[in-house]
């Protein structure tokens, strides 16, 4: 499952083609890229992309499900620069992705799984919530 806006690069993708034969892609409108809209921008997959009813019908190939829905305009790389930061991203995903993230350590610059283990974080890391 993915973004319009990042499908729509899908062309420039290593091995796209074959990636397209092994799993169903689910793509979801973003802001400024409705899903309908990669019919047009990419003709030559334009056979493959079916509607949300459609795939229901259990196709015999894989295919491109193409769902209009009202996103929000948060992109996963604004949020893994900004965790990478130390910023916050509270507000930009929901509690349970925020907590995941914080979790496992997701985004750093450099993990604290990978540090030595006397080796201080980085300054600002750790801090994903409004009152760190």
């Known amino acids: 499952m993915l973004g319009a806006d990042a499908f729509n690069e899908i062309a420039t993708w290593r091995d796209y ?19 309908s809209q990669l019919r047009d921008r990419l003709p030559a997959l334009a056979n493959r992309m079916i509607g949300p009813s ?3 019908q259990s196709p015999e190939r894989t295919v491109i499900i193409l769902i209009e829905a009202p996103t929000s305009d948060v ?10 930061l130390g910023e916050t ?14 979790q496992h350590g ?3 610059s450099t993990p604290a799984e990978r540090r030595a283990p006397d080796t ?8 994903l919530h409004d009152q760190d």
Do not use: C, K, N, W
């Not at 992109?75 to 990478?84: H, M």
């Not at 201080?120 to 801090?127: E, I, K, N, V, Y």
């Open 120 to 127: 201080p974080p980085p300054q600002g890391a750790g801090r």
């Open 54 to 56: 459609a795939a229901l």
């Open 17 to 35: 083609p074959a990636l397209l034969d092994l799993a169903h892609f689910v793509v979801v409108s973003r802001p400024g890229t409705a899903a």
């Open 75 to 84: 992109s996963s790389t604004a949020i893994r620069r900004r965790v990478a």
């Open 106 to 108: 997701l985004y750093r």
């Open 89 to 102: 991203v509270a507000g930009m995903v929901p509690a349970g992705v925020l907590q995941h993230i914080e």
